[in-house]
């Protein structure tokens, strides 16, 4: 079975520095992997997904992600955090063929500074 | 605009009640999911459904029994056996390939009262 960490339970920034989350999953197999942002009392919104090919992905709001297979991690990054970054990001783990599709990391929350 | 809804946004449990939280999506999806979230536990599977008339459970289905009568409708009731049920619960869809997204609902809180 495949399973996701988040190593950082709390991250805090300045407003305009970089940020990195880290993300990593535990699958026998190229994963299908997914960051989600979630605002306090709302759902969750897909940022950005791997499946296959560049290792560089590009999602929405600026957030970039890369798939590094010997390190088992894809970590989120955003080169400059805005005060509207501030929200919960869970990293979560697909495996191939399977119905109940999605584990979730126990997510990272994020604090941005002015 | 597509998506899923997810009613009521704040819901009272009194002890020994079951309640039934309401998700329903117009994105013509095949599946559909619940979860549930506690603080500093992301989230965790309690039913999941991949076509109609037909779900399994997930990693935490004690206490809880959903329905699936419509493609658009995947209720999930909480039931009284269901000791612990103060939650935000978040319903999800999928067109049911792993590779595929999962679109998400509002949410419910729920708290007993």
């Known amino acids: 079975a495949q399973s996701v960490t988040q190593p950082d339970i709390h991250i805090t920034v300045s407003e305009g520095a970089s940020l990195e989350l880290r993300c990593n999953y535990s699958?026998?197999?190229?994963?299908?992997l997914f960051w989600y942002v979630q605002s306090p009392g709302q759902g969750l919104q897909l940022l950005l997904k791997?499946?296959?090919?560049?290792?560089l992905v590009q999602g929405i709001k600026g957030f970039e992600a890369e798939f590094k297979r010997s390190q088992s991690s894809f970590n989120l990054r955003k080169p400059s955090v805005h005060w509207s970054d501030a929200a919960e990001y869970f990293c979560a783990v697909g495996a191939h063929g399977s119905a109940r599709q999605l584990t979730f990391g126990s997510g990272t929350q994020l604090t941005v500074l002015p | 605009d597509g998506g899923i809804t997810q009613s009521p946004k704040y819901l009272f449990r009194k002890e020994g009640q079951n309640v039934t939280l309401s998700c329903e999506q117009n994105?013509?999806?095949?599946?559909m999911y619940w979860y549930r979230q506690d603080p500093g536990q992301g989230l965790r599977l309690i039913y999941y459904s991949q076509i109609v008339n037909d779900f399994q459970k997930g990693d935490i289905a004690e206490g809880y029994s959903v329905s699936r009568e419509k493609k658009e409708s995947f209720p999930l009731t909480v039931t009284s056996a269901q000791k612990n049920p103060t939650a935000f619960y978040l319903c999800?869809?999928?067109?049911?390939?792993?590779?595929?997204?999962?679109?998400f609902g509002d949410g419910t809180r729920l708290s007993i009262l």
């Open positions: 999800a869809s999928t067109q049911g390939s792993s590779n595929q997204p999962q679109h």
């Open positions: 699958y026998g197999a190229t994963p299908y």
């Open positions: 994105l013509n999806h095949d599946a």
């Open positions: 791997y499946f296959s090919g560049d290792t």
